[in-house]
């Protein structure tokens, strides 16, 4: 599943930034799940809470989802807007974006003007905000 591949993903991010921090325990991970993506929440929670148990430095740490509402501005006309406010995205497609965003742009167009010629502000992919962790019991 995607799901498992993001978790994969940002557990390896998580131990390299650990390493460089020199963190003996990680105590909180906070992450941010853009909304453009459609994580199933409770399968990547699941999984990085399955794979960090394969690390001890992981054995207290507390995990912080946040969905990212998406953003769009149309570079045409500076419109900007929710995915909410999208219409047409049916099952299929929403599918196809979950897998590989980039795709948003051959199925959304600005609501204001039509263009299909918009950025996504925020609201897409998956990100490490914060990780906070002790160095030989000195919280960091």
């Known amino acids: 599943m995607h799901e498992w591949a993001l978790a994969e993903a940002v557990v390896e991010s998580v131990l390299e930034a650990v390493k460089k921090e020199r963190f003996t325990s990680v105590k909180e991970v906070d992450i941010s799940l853009g909304e453009l993506q459609d994580i199933e929440i409770e399968?990547?929670?699941?999984a990085l809470k399955k794979l960090m148990e394969k690390e001890n430095i992981f054995r207290h740490t507390k995990i912080n989802l946040r969905v990212e509402k998406t953003l769009f501005r149309c570079r045409a006309c500076g419109n900007e807007w929710s995915l909410k406010e999208t219409k047409d995205i049916d099952k299929d497609?929403?599918?196809?974006?979950?897998?590989?965003p980039e795709l948003s742009h051959s199925f959304i167009?600005?609501?204001k003007c039509g263009s299909p010629d918009f950025e996504v502000v925020k609201g897409r992919g998956v990100s490490i905000d914060s990780i906070r962790g002790e160095i030989d019991g000195s919280e960091d």
């Open 43 to 46: 399968i990547f929670e699941f």
């Open 93 to 100: 497609v929403r599918e196809a974006i979950h897998f590989l």
């Open 109 to 111: 167009r600005c609501p």
